[in-house]
């Protein structure tokens, strides 16, 4: 066996480069709530309310939607933490989602990876979301505001 093609490392150091990079980028996009654009196609407010309602949101209530599965360990993190929130926020109110039994559902409102949190507010729009384990306060910052303007 010979030496190493020059070819063959710059490969190997551009596949790891690259993994190291999309590694990095999912750790920091990971559990973050992100805001939603409401004038997107894919979140027109009209199919997401009936979508929303067949999960069991009620109207006039903030929502916190996780959709999770049953092999999902972070799921259970996730459920821990949105229940945390709860207890500590008054008023809002929790729904959890098994793909495997909603799959429509879940590709109606664009949730490809488990878990993924919705915030939906009082008039039933999903203001923000996040994949991944999201941390207490960020949820509890999230929805405070939300909470202000449903009490008027």
Do not use: N, Y
């Amino acid at each position: 066996m010979g030496e190493p093609s020059l070819t063959g490392v710059v490969v190997v150091v551009v596949v790891l480069a690259a993994a190291t990079a999309f590694g990095w980028w999912r750790k920091r996009r990971d559990g973050r709530f992100r805001p939603l654009d409401a004038s997107a196609d894919h979140l027109a407010p009209a199919s997401d309310s009936v979508a929303l309602a067949a999960l069991g949101v009620r109207p006039g209530v903030v929502t916190l939607v996780q959709f999770s599965a049953p092999v999902c360990a972070p799921c259970r993190a996730t459920r821990r933490v949105l229940e945390e929130a709860r207890g500590t926020v008054e008023g809002i109110a929790l729904v959890e989602v098994d793909v495997e039994e909603r799959l429509d559902l879940a590709r109606e409102l664009d949730v490809w990876r488990t878990p993924t949190v919705l915030i939906v507010d009082a008039a039933g729009r999903i203001v923000q979301r996040a994949s991944g384990v999201p941390a207490k306060d960020e949820i509890i910052a999230a929805v405070t505001p939300l909470l202000a303007g449903a009490r008027r």
